[in-house]
């Protein structure tokens, strides 16, 4: 993704829809089209509003698509993005029932489409391009790779990085929910290949096995660059769900100890908090 | 949403899971011979907590639990078996598929059992003939189809997170009976089984809010930094007392309802607050902070960055309130007060 990455938004004309629009636009994000069934013909913030993701593309080339549309009708909206030739697909949307998205994520990577989400703020490349809610404040361009699994978690440490006068190359909201389109680890392997990134950071938190694996790959070798980890829930008790869809321990898979333990084997320095991050990246 | 046992038990009967006769009862009944009497709390370790009796006399058993404040009990008939087993069906996260989880050793912590096996069953196929013959051969009984193609059906079928049978009673006349049941829906797919919901009288609930042992209460925005706010505090020698998440955007009105839900926790001492503000407003939070306050007095910290942080700040000071921009000065003055 870089400023010449061109985004429909699907859900345009509802309250998220606009709203963050209107902050991409001002990021410098090339957005083309909207599509938001029923409002063809219109436009939001300037950008024209087709009915169908099949209208949009008619008129307009897309590298990517956004999704704000309801959780009720969001799967509907990413099998439309991927029928449409779409390749990114990030969505926002959460509450999306998880075995609809199972089904969905199937779909779209028979097809070559990559969904990044549901329940994610989507990602950012500092000064260039800003497809998500993130908010632009927290970032400055550097060559740190961010990539977590929680929003907030994620500018917070943004933001320090910044105060301490480093910068990010791409931040990435992989998303909260049990099951999503793209993992922590695929995100760590693009960073490694990535000449912009020097340094990685691993936000994550309690439920599944995404860390472990990240851990593992590094263990093996398979990721060359610096990599750093922070995982939330320390304190989480097993089987209560925290915020998160995703963030639940059922029959003890993905504790906070296995995965402290699977990057320290592996030889990931793991932050107590996430405010020892820029000294760690630092050392 | 997690169901109770008897509501469980009763789609088990509708997928063909074969169950132990019983009835559902607030008030004492009468009952022939030696029976179970189970508390229907959604809470789990009954058992250890004396609240599932093997009782002769059902009618004073019930008298006795409800002087301790249950109001359901599901009675059953005492079914004499010699081995109990661990059956479940629940997502299998890596691979985007339901596993089916099986143990010799039923009655247990799953999370403790050294004999566990995990079968994936992708959506595409569906419970299988060879699937059956292995998890029969594997426990070492016969007449499994129904119970594992029942369990695929609910997870399927009604949206669960979790179907388990623990456990799951092989029977001295050699029957399988489901001596339990745990099931959780999935809430975002609720809104799909609203018959469901109806026949049960529950209501769709959706709640950030998991209460905690220890006496500080913790609020914040966004999962993320609500858990690595409690975990901040374990980290300082304190103990959370909760996790509440008031989400993306909060406005005045819910960030009060918060502060005093955390606040009317007899337990909680004090309350730590961490906001960072991008589509949440600190002006908004500050307000609702300010609110809340008037009803419950108990120290407050707090952590504004973000959206109106100037704004925010202020109003909490003009009320008295301690505001901070450094998180670990904060949480290491809350915990020390």
């Not at chain 1, 800003?130 to 929680?150: E, M, Q, T």
């Not at chain 1, 500018?155 to 480093?166: D, I, P, R, T």
């Not at chain 2, 404040?69 to 079914?79: A, N, P, R, S, W």
């Not at chain 2, 029957?175 to 049941?181: C, K, P």
């Amino acid at each position: 993704m870089n400023k010449n990455t061109r985004v429909i938004v699907q859900g345009i004309t509802g309250r998220e829809g606009s709203f963050h629009t209107q902050q991409m636009l001002k990021y410098g994000t090339k957005i083309v089209a909207g599509v938001t069934p029923g409002k063809g013909g219109t436009e939001v913030n300037g950008v024209p509003v087709y009915d169908t993701m099949k209208d949009a593309v008619k008129e307009h080339e897309a590298d990517a698509s956004i999704i704000f549309v309801p959780a009720r009708y969001a799967v509907d909206a990413i099998y439309e993005a991927v029928d449409s030739g779409i390749k990114l697909i990030v969505t926002i949307t959460e509450h999306i029932p998880v075995l609809d998205m199972a089904r969905a994520i199937k779909y779209a990577r028979a097809r070559g489409s990559r969904i990044i989400g549901p329940n994610c703020p989507g990602l950012i490349v500092p000064e260039e391009s800003l497809v998500g809610i993130l908010p632009a404040r927290a970032f400055k361009k550097g060559n740190v790779g961010i990539v977590s699994r929680s929003g907030t978690l994620t500018y917070e440490v943004s933001e320090l990085l910044k105060n301490s006068g480093m910068g990010q190359s791409t931040v990435i909201g992989v998303g909260g929910d049990p099951i999503i389109g793209t993992s922590l680890l695929e995100i760590v392997r693009m960073f490694d290949q990535d000449p912009e990134t020097d340094k990685i950071i691993v936000i994550g938190e309690i439920g599944g096995t995404m860390e472990e694996r990240v851990a593992e790959a590094y263990k093996k070798g398979e990721i060359k660059k610096k990599v750093i980890a922070y995982i939330a829930g320390m304190t989480a008790p097993r089987e209560k769900r925290m915020g998160h869809a995703g963030a639940v321990v059922y029959m003890g898979m993905g504790t906070f100890e296995s995965k402290i333990k699977a990057f320290k084997e592996a030889g990931i320095p793991v932050a107590n908090t996430p405010y020892d991050i820029p000294k760690l990246l630092l050392s | 949403m997690k169901l109770y046992e008897y509501e469980g038990k009763s789609l088990f009967r509708r997928v063909g899971i074969p169950v132990p006769n019983g009835v559902v009862t607030s008030e004492p009944i009468k009952w022939e011979g030696k029976a179970v009497v189970k508390s229907q709390l959604l809470e789990g370790a009954r058992g250890k907590r004396g609240l599932v009796r093997v009782t002769e006399d059902v009618y004073n058993t019930i008298l006795e639990l409800k002087k301790m404040g249950i109001e359901k009990f599901l009675v059953e008939e005492f079914v004499p078996h010699e081995k109990e087993f661990y059956i479940s069906v629940l997502l299998d996260r890596e691979t985007a598929e339901p596993m089916l989880v099986l143990s010799r050793e039923g009655g247990i912590d799953v999370e403790q059992a050294k004999d566990v096996k995990r079968m994936i069953i992708p959506l595409e196929r569906g419970v299988r003939s060879y699937d059956i013959i292995e998890a029969e051969k594997y426990l070492g009984v016969k007449g499994l189809a129904p119970i594992i193609q029942g369990l695929y059906k609910l997870f399927v079928d009604y949206d669960a997170e979790l179907v388990e049978i623990n456990p799951l009673a092989y029977t001295n006349d050699g029957r399988l009976l489901a001596l339990d049941s745990k099931v959780i829906l999935e809430d975002n797919a609720l809104y799909r089984h609203e018959d469901l919901l109806k026949e049960l009288g529950r209501q769709e609930v959706r709640d950030s809010y998991v209460e905690l042992e220890g006496d500080i209460g913790i609020i914040g925005n966004g999962a993320g930094l609500t858990m690595a706010t409690m975990d901040l505090v374990k980290l300082n020698g304190g103990n959370p007392a909760d996790f509440l998440d008031v989400g993306g955007g909060a406005s005045r009105d819910h960030v009060r309802e918060s502060v005093l839900k955390v606040g009317r926790n007899p337990r909680v001492k004090k309350i730590v607050v961490n906001i960072y503000g991008g589509i949440t407003r600190c002006d908004e939070v500050a307000l609702g902070i300010v609110d809340a306050l008037k009803e419950i007095k108990k120290p407050i910290f707090v952590r504004l960055l973000g959206t109106n942080e100037e704004l925010g700040k202020k109003i909490l000071r003009e009320n008295g309130v301690n505001v901070y921009d450094d998180v670990l000065k904060m949480i290491g003055d809350a915990v020390r007060s």
